[in-house]
């Protein structure tokens, strides 16, 4: 993630305490957040209405030497959402040999080399949670059977269906079972035959 930062020095108000104030604006108006870390003093007000086009300020006073941090964020209305998400303001507060307090603020703006003076939100477009829900979702278009389609189904009922059996084992037997009876019957005629002529001439010698 990127991460800019821009570092600018404040005065101390007062020998004891040192107070800063954080700059934001907001597109088309809103309400700024600001969330101190632990350990971190409260602001003056943890949020600020801004006006389109115009600065609000969130003060802030410490009265220890340390380094603090808060989160400022820009709250979300109407279905309308800010970018950046966040800034991040890290305040070091530092005294000198007198005890006097001075303050240095760094704003940090993610996914940005741009060194902001101040927390500015500008809107990002995105879709409300009401517009999503009554999103209409078009139906997929339903292809209808084709000449082709039709004509593979009918396929499958061949037109001119086989007359005949198919030749099996069996059915070669019966060809050489009716051979069998043609052949003996051919010779029980030619043996009748034969009788009947014999049986002419024994008569005739007679």
Do not use: H, W
Not at 56 to 78: L, Q
Request: glycine residues 6%; contains cysteine; proline residues 7%.
């Amino acid at each position: 993630m990127l991460v800019t930062l821009c570092m600018f020095p404040f005065s101390a108000s007062a020998a004891e305490s040192a107070s800063v104030s954080i700059p934001i604006e907001i597109e088309g108006g809103g309400t700024a957040v600001m969330i101190p870390e632990v350990n971190c003093p409260l602001p003056e007000s943890s949020s600020v209405e801004v006006k389109d086009g115009a600065t609000e300020n969130i003060n802030i006073s410490f009265t220890t030497p340390g380094d603090y941090e808060y989160t400022v964020k820009a709250e979300a209305k109407d279905g309308l959402y800010y970018s950046p998400e966040y800034y991040t303001a890290t305040v070091a507060v530092r005294a000198d040999n007198s005890g006097k307090l001075t303050s240095t603020v760094i704003l940090t703006k993610a996914g940005s080399n741009y060194k902001p003076d101040r927390c500015r939100f500008v809107i990002a477009e995105k879709q409300s949670d009401e517009s999503e829900a009554n999103a209409v979702t078009q139906p997929a278009d339903t292809e209808q059977p084709t000449d082709t389609a039709q004509s593979a189904g009918t396929a499958q009922s061949p037109k001119n269906p086989p007359t005949s059996r198919p030749k099996t084992g069996d059915d070669g037997m019966l060809d050489i079972y009716l051979l069998i009876c043609i052949a003996a019957a051919g010779g029980l005629f030619a043996l009748s035959v034969i009788y009947s002529v014999s049986t002419e001439r024994l008569i005739k010698r007679k």
